[in-house]
């Protein structure tokens, strides 16, 4: 979040949102057309903004685009100055942006309002009450130009984000978007859909999408980005799975509210409804995956963000497996990944800095310190951030459902979600093979997979040999010779045992030993995707 300057705090806890904008058939016609005569589309804007500008406002650091919008007269950099960052422009400027839907035809649908004129010559002057923003995405489906509204982010207030505000676009959306699978399926699940950004995406490989949110400002956001993009969505008001009660899915997809959010009364200000499930600690998260395997129907899976406490003495993945309990009770598959982890402080700053408090502000030490203490009660040192990724076998498992739970921060070439919905199918398929069937299989060896190996110079052995994907989670994985040896001839010619045997016999090594160290390894790299069975 920028280091803008926010207001105070009293003007800032007492200011509330502006109502969601509405859905209004004759005039959500008229706005779209105006944004495609305006060509006001992200290749566009891109272009209007440069380099320089386009990257500094990722970055959330308007002052570049702002210098570079200033003498444009493009309809489209008109909008993103309205909308984007905050200007008040005159009202004359807009009508000719907007010229099917008007000034009247935008403030019926709560798009915008009259605003003071940083200048009088200006005339009247109008400002936005949302941001309406192009986006762009490539999935399997192909590409999509879409807008999205949200609320106004603190670019464009210069304030903290009020508790009530609806997201648009971030990064945890697009990470999410990125990791879900995109094969057709009937019915999809957006649990928690906020602005409605997975399940417009849901949408193009799904029958029917059902999103919810304990948020009817939510809702109301989710529905005109619905009706803007011409989708149909079933958009249902809840707390979690509670609206869904007794149904099925064979996909949900779900950036819950985990943020860990300190409940005492120093930090009333750390509670956003779009992140802050209203739990102490990561227990929403817990209640949540408990819960969600009875709505995956046969084949069904589940693709979800997550954060979990790590405390003190404890694994990493202590939290997970405990909650996972049930799922495989139930016979669901189920793969945590941690991404990253965070210290205390480290969790407590970012996600201050998220809500649009800044260490400047009067509240920042009352909050992080409500935050510190928090965790101090329940001795955590660390907090993970992930993907959850559950799978409901078709035809049900026999017994219990596999847990796999992995450290993975890297990320390779190529599309992540197929990788994952294969790695995760890979979890069961290679796990039923007993170590005959394996030796009996042809493996190929995958073909971003190479080998690397340091040495001391002038010496011939390795002092390590890794075997190196390059792409899904770019996992590296340290081997010896054989294993090395292995894996390099594995192209479908002969079965895996007919290879270890050919190794052996070229290094003198004993079959029965090498056999057992190279079955379990192969075992994994075929779930990991390094090797195909």
Not at 6 to 14: D, E, R, V, W
Not at 271 to 287: I, S
């Amino acid at each position: 979040m920028p280091d803008t300057a926010p207001a105070s705090a009293s003007t800032a806890a007492a200011a509330l949102p502006p109502a969601a904008p509405i859905v209004l058939s004759a005039e959500i016609s008229a706005l779209r057309r105006d944004l495609l005569d305006a060509r006001y589309v992200t290749e566009h804007v891109e272009e209007l903004l440069g380099e320089v500008a386009a990257a500094a406002l990722r970055r959330e650091d308007p002052v570049p685009a702002r210098r570079r919008l200033a003498a444009s007269e493009d309809p489209a950099a008109t909008l993103l100055d309205l909308f984007t960052l905050g200007a008040a422009l005159p009202a004359a400027r807009v009508a000719a942006a907007l010229p099917t839907l008007g000034i009247q035809g935008a403030q019926r649908l709560g798009l915008l309002a009259p605003a003071d004129a940083p200048d009088p010559a200006d005339g009247p002057c109008v400002r936005a009450l949302v941001d309406l923003a192009p986006y762009s995405a490539e999935d399997d489906a192909g590409s999509v130009d879409w807008w999205i509204a949200s609320d106004l982010s603190e670019l464009a207030t210069g304030a903290p984000l009020s508790p009530e505000h609806v997201l648009g676009v971030g990064g945890a959306s697009l990470t999410l978007a990125r990791i879900t699978p995109r094969s057709p399926v009937r019915r999809v699940l957006d649990l928690g859909c906020g602005g409605g950004i997975q399940a417009l995406h849901a949408s193009r490989h799904a029958e029917h999408v059902v999103a919810t949110d304990l948020s009817e400002r939510a809702l109301a956001f989710a529905a005109f980005n619905a009706a803007l993009n011409g989708i149909e969505l079933e958009l249902r008001h809840g707390s979690l799975l509670e609206p869904v009660a007794g149904e099925s899915f064979d996909l949900v997809v779900s950036n819950p509210p985990f943020v860990i959010t300190p409940r005492s009364a120093d930090a009333e200000h750390g509670a956003w409804t779009y992140r802050d499930g209203g739990r102490a600690g990561d227990t929403l998260l817990g209640e949540l995956l408990t819960q969600l395997p009875a709505h995956l129907a046969p084949g069904g899976s589940a693709v979800m963000l997550g954060n979990w406490e790590i405390g003190a003495g404890e694994d990493w993945d202590t939290h997970p497996r405990a909650w996972l309990a049930p799922a495989r009770e139930a016979g669901v598959d189920a793969w945590v990944l941690q991404r990253e982890q965070e210290d205390p402080a480290e969790y407590a700053a970012t996600w201050a800095r998220d809500g649009g408090i800044t260490p400047r502000d009067a509240r920042w030490g009352a909050l992080v310190g409500a935050w510190l203490e928090d965790f101090a009660s329940r001795e955590v040192e660390a907090i993970g951030f992930g993907y959850v990724l559950l799978r409901r076998p078709d035809p049900a498992a026999d017994g219990h459902g596999l847990l796999r739970t992995e450290q993975a921060p890297g990320t390779g070439s190529g599309p992540l979600a197929a990788h994952l919905a294969a790695s995760l199918a890979a979890l069961r398929s290679v796990s039923a093979l007993t170590d005959e069937e394996l030796a009996a299989s042809r493996p190929v060896r995958a073909e971003d997979v190479v080998e690397r190996r340091h040495l001391t110079p002038g010496q011939w052995d390795p002092l390590l040999i890794e075997l190196v994907q390059g792409a899904g989670l770019a996992r590296t994985v340290r081997a010896d010779q054989a294993l090395a040896a292995t894996v390099g001839a594995l192209d479908g010619t002969l079965t895996l045992g007919q290879v270890v045997a050919a190794v052996c016999a070229l290094t003198d090594a004993d079959e029965e030993q090498t056999r057992d160290r190279i079955l379990p390894a192969v075992r994994e790299l075929a779930i990991t995707g390094m090797v195909a069975l």
